[in-house]
């Protein structure tokens, strides 16, 4: 199985434009999850899902926005791209909040310029 | 606040024993996680606690002891390929994981 795949792989992207990482998961999982990933800091989570029609924030929610339509898919988008947000971004599933392991997908590396 | 201390970096020599250590303040504990991240990778999970002790899983263990809010990873006859960065997180009273910066372990020949 694929797993988690995130799309597009990396993107540079000019100041005040919007974008859309994509995430998409094939294991059923109940949760989904968007973290960022900068130099010396730990994953910061921006929001999660913890089942289809759900959301929620994170540590980091300003500037970002989710939706969870289905079970597989849990795009992330940036309604208008600041430099600071310039970040690797990992998508994540488990099969419940509750129980087990966060499984990553490969990853979207986000330049703002 | 919520903290995970690991060390930045630790260099160990093929073949050998390295001890990773981490401490953690969380509101709530509900298990600690080991997860390794090769550059330029995604993390991939190695090891959980949620009871004191040591759990094994072939050359990587891991110690958790909840009292002292501390765990360690522990890895035995080093591989090169062991060269990544591992991370800590905690989960916490309302189930989202917290994570710690990462150390970076570098394996000398």
């Known amino acids: 199985t694929a797993g988690i795949t995130q799309a597009p792989t990396s993107q540079i992207l000019a100041a005040g434009r919007s974008m859309t990482l994509r995430c998409t998961q094939d294991?059923?999982?109940?949760?989904m999850y968007w973290y960022r990933q900068d130099l010396g800091l730990g994953l910061r989570l921006i929001h999660y899902s913890n089942t289809a029609g759900t959301t929620g924030k994170g540590e980091v929610p300003d500037g970002y926005s989710v939706s969870r339509a289905n079970t597989d898919d849990f795009p992330l988008t940036l309604a208008s791209a600041v430099p600071s947000q310039t970040s690797v971004y990992f998508c994540?599933?488990?099969?419940?909040?509750?129980?087990?392991?966060?499984?990553f997908g490969p990853g979207t590396r986000l330049t703002v310029l | 606040g919520q903290n995970i201390d690991q060390p930045t970096e630790m260099t160990a020599t093929e073949g050998a024993i390295v001890q990773i250590n981490c401490t953690y303040q969380t509101s709530g504990f509900n298990g600690l996680f080991w997860y390794q991240q090769h550059a330029g990778e995604a993390p991939t999970f190695l090891s959980y606690?949620?009871l004191d002790g040591l759990e094994e899983k072939g050359r990587f263990s891991s110690f958790l002891s909840r009292s002292k809010g501390y765990s360690y990873l522990l890895l035995k006859e080093l591989q090169m390929k062991d060269s990544a960065s591992y991370l800590c997180a905690v989960r916490d009273s309302n189930y989202q994981l917290i994570w710690g910066a990462g150390t970076k372990l570098i394996i000398k020949p």
């Open positions: 294991m059923r999982h109940n949760a």
């Open positions: 994540a599933s488990s099969d419940s909040t509750e129980a087990d392991t966060q499984y």
């Open positions: 606690n949620v």
